[in-house]
């Protein structure tokens, strides 16, 4: 997930981490559901802004923004740097508490557009004053709504207040409909995953609209999606398939069948993290457990690499104690810059792959190649994978060991009569563990977060709030009242748009993506954390 240059003598290899677009975060939440969201919304942004400002290694999040739509436009953040700014951050979040819970207002129709237009206007102020190298990172800005209103009457009122506002510098347009009911979370909770291209509608013109429960790991999910590559510029990966052994899936007439893939991260690897278990293992540690491949595919196309099969497992026929390093997921691409007709066959392609490979019960042995270069009389060291169908449109790949990394390890054969008195002992004990059917991450907590905020607050120190109008948060507002200081934007407000028939246009480049977002966990995480402090 990493784009970039590196300079010096050598020929130029990329090395930067690919960086997320600077986001806009708009919540749009009246009274009285305010007091329902406040809560596990804050909650939410601080666990995940502990783990955005804590990884080490290049920035994932470049710029971020925050406005409040109740009666009226509000900006609570100006842009700034999400690395090194926790404290600043802190200070939002803690503003986003007191704000008022109680009462009602008339909200102004125009208010969300107003926010809109303001943050892209300050957003492109903000990369007039910022040095040229840097501006040139801050081509686009994404834009979210986080909602309680009905997400299609959002959408509506998108299009109709932006029909004639300059969208060119927007990448993309969001919006999120908190759902009002809180369900019962079911006794086993899938591990997150992205939802496929039939669970969110897009509506009007490339404005995505999503659901997500009202609660903390709802949210702290839906956050987290922001740390994910979600570059469209190429494809990843190349995974080389020989034709012949797979004649059910295309009838190609050259000896290998090309697969496009883009590669997504399962999980944050603790070595990134400081504090943890392996916090002294460092992203760029041969030691490190942060997986090669995904750092070298990730980067700029002179470095795309392939994976090519070289052989098929039985399912069962690979020792787990063999892999190593954390996995990646592959799915088939999205980059834009093929046409569809391409993307389509190639999706085709790599689904006919999973369901092959489940019905026949396979894994697949791959070796990482780059995908051109010269020759060279010293041959690189190779590494192998294995690639693991699932029952969704995926692929995990997992590094496994080869001879010169193998230690000696016998394995006598397990002796086949116990003592009974053991035997009984130990049932016992078995007996009186909890079974469950399956391992559920979000019911398991290590106290991460509360540690995280902790390290940072006593690094960066804490900024006091300094807000001359909390006295006017803590009593309803009446219909139509303006609380003009209390507006911070960097920029003036913007006039009311005139209306015109036209529909707002993003560049042809941008392609949503859809996520899923799962029950959470019985018991909140909040009460864990406080025991903990």
Same mark, same amino acid.
């Given at each position: 997930m990493?784009? $970039?240059? !590196?300079?010096?003598k050598?020929?130029?290899?990329p ?5 997320q677009p600077?986001? +806009?975060?708009?919540?749009h ?5 305010w007091a $329902?969201?406040?809560s ?9 802004f502990?783990?955005a400002? %804590?990884?080490?290694?290049? %920035? ?10 109740q ?5 609570? +953040? ?21 704000l008022?819970q109680? $009462?009602c207002?008339?909200?102004? !129709?125009?208010?969300?557009q ?9 957003? @492109?102020?903000y990369?007039?004053?910022? /040095?040229?190298?840097?501006?040139l ?5 994404e834009?979210t709504?986080?909602?309680?209103? *009905? ?14 506002t ?31 291209s039939?669970e969110s509608?897009i509506?009007? /013109? ?9 609660d ?6 839906f956050? @987290? ?20 052994c797979?004649?059910n ?6 000896d290998?069948?090309?697969?496009? &893939?883009?590669l997504?991260e ?19 540690d *041969?030691?490190?457990d942060?997986c090669t491949?995904?750092q ?5 196309s002179a !470095?795309r ?10 399912? %069962? ?14 799915r088939? #691409?999205? &980059? ?11 999706q085709q ?22 995908l !051109?270069?010269?020759?060279?009389l ?23 060991? #080869? ?11 397990? *002796?086949?009569?116990?003592p ?11 007996d009186s ?9 979000l019911q ?8 995280l905020?902790?390290?940072l ?7 006091? *709030?300094?807000w001359?109008?909390?006295?006017l948060?803590?009593h309803?507002? @009446?219909?139509?009242?303006l609380?003009?200081?209390r507006?911070?934007? /960097?920029v ?9 028939g036209?529909?707002?246009?993003l560049p042809?480049a941008?392609?949503? %993506? ?6 959470p ?5 909040v ?7």
């Amino acid at each position: 997930m990493y784009h $970039g240059r !590196s300079t010096g003598k050598a020929p130029s290899t990329p090395t930067q981490i690919y960086q997320q677009p600077p986001r +806009l975060l708009i919540v749009h939440i009246a009274l009285p559901s305010w007091a $329902g969201v406040c809560s596990n919304l804050c909650e939410a942004l601080q666990n995940f802004f502990s783990l955005a400002c %804590s990884l080490m290694g290049p %920035s994932r999040m470049s710029l971020f923004s925050l406005y409040m739509v109740q009666n009226q436009h509000e900006c609570i +953040l100006p842009f700034v740097q999400v690395k090194g700014n926790f404290a600043r951050l802190q200070t939002c979040i803690s503003e986003l508490r007191t704000l008022q819970q109680e $009462g009602c207002f008339k909200a102004h !129709s125009t208010s969300l557009q107003l926010a809109v237009e303001d943050g892209l206007q300050q957003f @492109k102020q903000y990369t007039r004053h910022v /040095t040229t190298g840097a501006a040139l990172s801050y081509t686009s800005l994404e834009i979210t709504v986080l909602t309680s209103q *009905p997400g299609k009457e959002v959408v509506k009122q998108l299009e109709e207040g932006l029909k004639d506002t300059d969208l060119v510098r927007v990448r993309r347009l969001q919006v999120v409909e908190i759902t009002k009911g809180v369900l019962e979370c079911p006794d086993s909770v899938s591990p997150v995953e992205e939802s496929s291209s039939d669970e969110s509608s897009i509506l009007g /013109t490339d404005i995505d609209l999503q659901t997500i429960d009202n609660d903390v790991v709802s949210m702290e999910i839906f956050f @987290k999606t922001w740390l994910h590559n979600s570059g469209t510029d190429q494809e990843h990966i190349h995974l080389l398939l020989p034709s012949r052994c797979f004649s059910n899936i295309s009838r190609a007439r050259d000896d290998s069948i090309c697969l496009k &893939c883009d590669l997504q991260e399962r999980l944050l690897s603790p070595s990134l993290l400081p504090g943890t278990a392996d916090g002294s293992l460092r992203m760029d540690d *041969p030691k490190g457990d942060f997986c090669t491949l995904y750092q070298m595919a990730s980067r700029s196309s002179a !470095s795309r690499y392939k994976l090519r099969v070289i052989k098929a497992l039985n399912s %069962s026929g690979i020792c787990e104690s063999l892999t190593y390093g954390l996995p990646f997921i592959l799915r088939p #691409t999205s &980059c834009w810059q093929l046409d569809w007709d391409e993307l389509e066959t190639n999706q085709q392609h790599f689904h006919a792959l999973c369901h092959s490979l489940l019905k026949r019960e396979w894994l697949l042995l791959a070796k990482a190649e780059p995908l !051109s270069g010269g020759h060279s009389l010293r041959a690189p060291p190779s590494t192998f994978y294995v690639i693991v169908p699932s029952r969704s449109p995926t692929l995990l790949v997992k590094a496994v060991a #080869t001879r010169e990394l193998l230690l000696p390890s016998p394995f006598p054969l397990l *002796p086949e009569d116990p003592p009974d008195v053991s035997l009984q002992t130990v049932e016992r004990v078995l007996d009186s563990l909890e079974l469950e059917p399956t391992y559920n991450p979000l019911q398991a907590w290590s106290h991460l977060y509360s540690h995280l905020r902790s390290t940072l607050t006593k690094s960066q120190g804490r900024l006091q *709030p300094r807000w001359e109008s909390r006295a006017l948060r803590k009593h309803p507002c @009446k219909a139509g009242q303006l609380q003009t200081n209390r507006v911070r934007a /960097t920029v003036a407000p913007l006039p009311m748009t005139p209306t015109s028939g036209r529909a707002p246009k993003l560049p042809a480049a941008s392609k949503p %993506s859809s996520e899923a977002f799962f029950w959470p966990a019985r018991e909140g995480e909040v009460e864990e954390q406080e025991e903990e402090e």
